[in-house]
């Protein structure tokens, strides 16, 4: 990755700026601008989608104008951008005749939702009528959507990394390249004599069943979209992790200390899933159902716990609300007050 800020007086004053603020008190700007053009042009450069009548790819970019920047006030990370984009596609049926059409998105924006995103797509007036117009409106629209909204999961994590710095109580960095912090979580949420292979019990055990609820100054899209990311999750542990995003999907974070499978998903809405610590009765899991409510300016997430085992209510407790919770609005900025 390019360093920032080589003959840049601006970033450099900023980044002295973060230095001293030791309690995250005053507003710090990273500007974004250069990082997201550079991304986006990446990002949609060589997308394709295919289908029996041929296939289509993003062959040019042509536009990409607006601005991004970061401010963090307080410990929290507040994001902007705003982007106007123009590329070119390119089709080509099975036949082998090619066609070429246009790609505009005037509005991505931290203002709007994926969902409400417009992407326009068109085929060049002397280019004559194809079906595989269809298929770039279509499967290639969904494609860019899902491909922009990777470039605002990246906005938010690759490029976030170091800003918010310890606080006058002793916090250590929210920094992804901070490993005395990573294996101090691991070692807090997998408990005493984690590593240790999990006992088969081969009886019924006590479970409890219990729920929490909190609050993120975000989107239920965004913050959905935290939970089945791998950057993103790899961002709030601060950790190495992987993550299958589907229905079926694997995940194993903290060194292999939590993991289990992603059972049903709704967009945006719910997410259900076998979750287990390492050190549980072997093949036991609880099932957690997190579902996603809108609330105007904020989202508020509910979270079910079923079969946990009794002796393990407190410690699944804290770990969701500290190691899940906590350390999701401290990375992202979706800051609210704990209840």
């Not at 008190?25 to 990273?30: D, G």
């Not at 959905?224 to 694997?250: C, I, N």
């Amino acid at each position: 990755m390019a360093k920032w800020g080589e003959g840049d007086p601006r970033w450099i004053v900023e980044e002295r700026a973060d230095a001293t603020n030791v309690n995250n008190w005053h507003w710090t700007e990273r500007d974004a601008t250069n990082w997201s053009s550079d991304k986006l042009k990446a990002l949609l450069l060589g997308l394709s989608v295919e289908n029996d009548e041929g296939s289509c790819e993003v062959t040019e970019v042509s536009k990409v104008e607006g601005e991004a920047s970061i401010n963090n006030r307080k410990g929290k990370l507040i994001f902007f951008y705003e982007w106007t984009l123009k590329a070119t596609w390119t089709g080509k049926s099975k036949l082998g005749v090619e066609y070429k059409g246009t790609i505009e998105v005037p509005n991505l924006s931290d203002e709007n939702d994926m969902e409400d995103l417009d992407i326009s797509v068109s085929l060049n007036k002397d280019e004559p009528e194809t079906p595989l117009t269809h298929l770039m409106r279509t499967k290639g629209a969904e494609q860019i959507r899902e491909t922009l909204g990777s470039y605002v999961g990246y906005l938010k994590t690759e490029f976030t990394q170091g800003m918010i710095l310890p606080t006058a109580n002793g916090m250590a960095k929210l920094q992804s390249t901070s490993q005395s912090k990573a294996k101090v979580d691991k070692t807090q949420i997998s408990s005493s004599g984690s590593t240790a292979a999990p006992v088969n019990t081969g009886v019924k055990i006590p479970t409890c069943k219990f729920s929490m609820r909190e609050k993120f100054l975000t989107s239920p899209a965004d913050l959905y979209r935290v939970f089945l990311h791998q950057e993103m999750v790899q961002a709030f542990t601060h950790a190495p992790a992987s993550v299958e995003g589907e229905k079926g999907g694997k995940f194993r974070l903290l060194e292999g200390n939590v993991f289990g499978e992603f059972t049903e998903l709704i967009p945006d809405e719910k997410i259900i899933m076998k979750w287990r610590y390492n050190n549980w009765p072997s093949e036991h899991y609880a099932t957690i159902t997190m579902t996603f409510l809108d609330r105007s300016s904020e989202t508020e997430l509910k979270v079910e716990c079923r079969g946990v085992p009794d002796h393990e209510e407190d410690r699944t407790k804290e770990g969701w609300k500290r190691y899940y919770f906590e350390a999701i609005k401290q990375t992202f900025g979706y800051g609210a007050r704990l209840f």
